[in-house]
């Protein structure tokens, strides 16, 4: 029972991390070859997936703290499900967004010609207008079911996996 736990935790911490490759790649991809900007919580979002990332892997790779490392993965990804439901609940405007916005700015010049120039043509992006929306739910939305969900099965697997004793 106990060796089928932890060949369980094995394939969850490699999922974790090809399901994080995943997300990150898909979000990369909508912006560098989609043209989709992000906003400021987008880029926040991206971050837990990250650490899901090095946590999965390490959880494959270091079993003595597979179980640790596939709980802490799991709060990772649920407290950013949690982001990304404040972000779609801006969106629809259940919540207030953030009053700052975010764009794409060089400060590698010092000509202050050029730099208002990209200030004033830079695009703004709102966290409250989504970017892409399909059958009605924005990437945030869809963000927050995948880590809501991926969050749960993780901390639930990794709180299974240490109920059971050896008989």
């Known amino acids: 029972m106990i060796r089928a736990m932890l060949r369980r935790l094995d394939l969850l911490s490699w999922l974790t991390a ?21 906003c400021e919580l987008c880029l926040y979002q991206r971050w837990p997936w990250g650490a899901a990332i090095v946590l999965g892997l390490l959880a494959a790779v270091i079993r003595p703290a597979r179980r640790v490392l596939v709980l802490l993965a799991g709060l990772v990804i649920l407290l950013g499900g949690l982001l990304a439901v404040y972000h779609a609940g801006v969106e ?7 009053t700052a916005c975010t764009g794409a700015i060089s400060f590698g010049t010092s000509d202050v010609g050029s730099l208002r ?18 059958f009605g739910i924005s990437m945030a939305g869809y963000n927050a079911i995948l880590s809501v969900v991926a969050g749960l099965v993780l901390l639930i697997a990794g709180l299974r996996s ?4 050896a008989a």
């Open 162 to 165: 240490g109920s059971t004793r």
């Open 92 to 98: 629809y405007g259940w919540f207030p967004g953030f």
């Open 18 to 38: 090809a399901l994080g490759v995943v997300v990150l790649g898909t979000v990369l991809a909508s912006q560098y070859l989609g043209g989709l900007q992000p």
């Open 117 to 134: 120039d990209q200030l004033l043509n830079a695009p703004v992006v709102r966290c409250d207008v989504p970017g892409f929306v399909l």
